[in-house]
């Protein structure tokens, strides 16, 4: 078993795992990186199809403390996101600490607070703690229908280029971001576009007055209410697309903001030019037509289903798995009361880009490492002390964790000084070892 129980080990190197890493190195605390893939770049390299878009803006989505070339547009491509993954990995130094094609098939807490990591090629590692930015755009979301269909089924992470969608008769099965954008290119160059929404989204205009969307919250000199966030954004798209009525959808069941933003400016205007049409839930396949809840048929070549992600963690013990839904039960998205050492990174889905998020956690995280190191009981349990609360949605507000993150910084000392009276409260504190297990299947268990 290698020497490593002075470090920490960093599960990933897509955008989290990579923002992480950057700090940790920053503040010289000592790890190691695996991904599982042949490549860095999480699911820019391996996720998303050829021809994707960031829906967020590059100045958002970009590491605060490395900017994205100014020859960039204002929505980068995703080639334009793995050459900047790249240079963020070199400019940083980072690359000689990620090792590749390193599959975990297990994490458990062992005797002296220590972790012990199982690869699948048997090796076995002790780590001070583990960090897990495995990401959340891996584990799929299939629908169960009731029928059979002739035609193919895929999920919308299986989708990889427009010659896909050629010509066919193309139902898409979702009203997120992926649904939509995937919607649009059937639009373009398929023979029929359905789609098929079970709650019609808020589209959110890419832009406004030739800027984009998601950097007007930027330009604001101190967060707003979520309210009034809401009424800013309801008249943005009552002053682009109008009602939701004009386009022969039925207004959305939800607020907005209480699912994650659907920013899409296509499907409107192809639903205008008959590209596109709406349609309610799925009741039941039939051959090689779909019945839907209102009773409607429709023959089709290819359904893709964009229905999202679960949030997992297969290699973690039953006695680890906190996720319940899309949230995981951590305080200050990260920490457990009951055990230290571990942390969920990066599950959480900002409105917004993810990088000037993670450039602003990866600091506060790679402090609290330090004060870990210092005290006995888990941070999480410090943080419990204080009066956080667990979450209960997967969706953060950027502007309220940009203010929550700098009244951290500001106040650790007191945070430290807590920790050290809490600290003293448990003497005997020490994390539970858990069994090792027989290698099993990699099938995630997921809550739903």
Known sequence: MQKTSEKYLIIGAGYAGLGMAQALKEAGIPYDQVDASDNIGGNWYHGVYETAHIISSRRITQFTNFPMPETYPDFPSAQNMRDYINAFTDHFDLRDAIELNREITFVRPVEDNLWEVSFANQEQRLYQGVLLCNGHHWCKRMPQFEGSFNGEIIH???????????????????????????????????????????????????????????????????????????????????????KHESYGLPKPKH?????????????????????????????????????????????????????????????????????????????????????????????????????????????VLARYLKLQADINVPVGLVLKELGKKLPNTHLVDPQQMFKELESTDRHFDSISQKAHQVDAQHPNF???????????????TVST
């Open 430 to 444: 020490r994390n539970q070892p858990l069994p090792a297990r027989e290698r099993e299947s990699l099938e995630p």
């Open 156 to 242: 919308s992470k299986d989708y990889k280029r427009p010659q896909q969608l050629i010509g066919k008769r193309v139902l898409v099965i979702g009203s997120g971001n992926s649904a939509c954008d995937l919607a649009a290119e059937a639009a373009r160059v398929g023979a029929k576009c359905v789609l098929s929404m079970r709650d019609t989204p808020w589209f959110i205009p890419k832009t406004f007055a030739g800027i984009p969307v998601a950097d007007l919250s930027k330009n604001s000199t101190s967060p707003s209410p979520l309210w009034y966030q809401r009424l800013m954004v309801y008249l943005l798209i009552r002053l682009t697309f109008g």
């Open 255 to 363: 607020r907005i903001f209480e699912k994650h933003p659907t920013i899409n400016s296509e499907v409107p205007y192809y639903i205008k030019h008959g590209r596109i049409i709406s349609k309610p839930g799925v009741q039941a396949l039939d051959g090689e037509s779909v019945i839907f809840e209102d009773g409607s048929r429709e023959d089709f070549d290819l359904i893709v289903c964009a229905t999202g992600f679960y949030v997992a963690y297969p290699f973690l013990a039953p006695e680890l798995q906190r996720v319940q839904g899309s949230v995981v039960k951590c305080y200050d998205g990260a920490f457990l009361e009951d055990y230290k050492g571990l942390y969920f990174i990066g599950w959480y889905q900002p409105r917004g880009g993810i990088g000037s998020v993670i450039s602003a956690f990866a600091p």
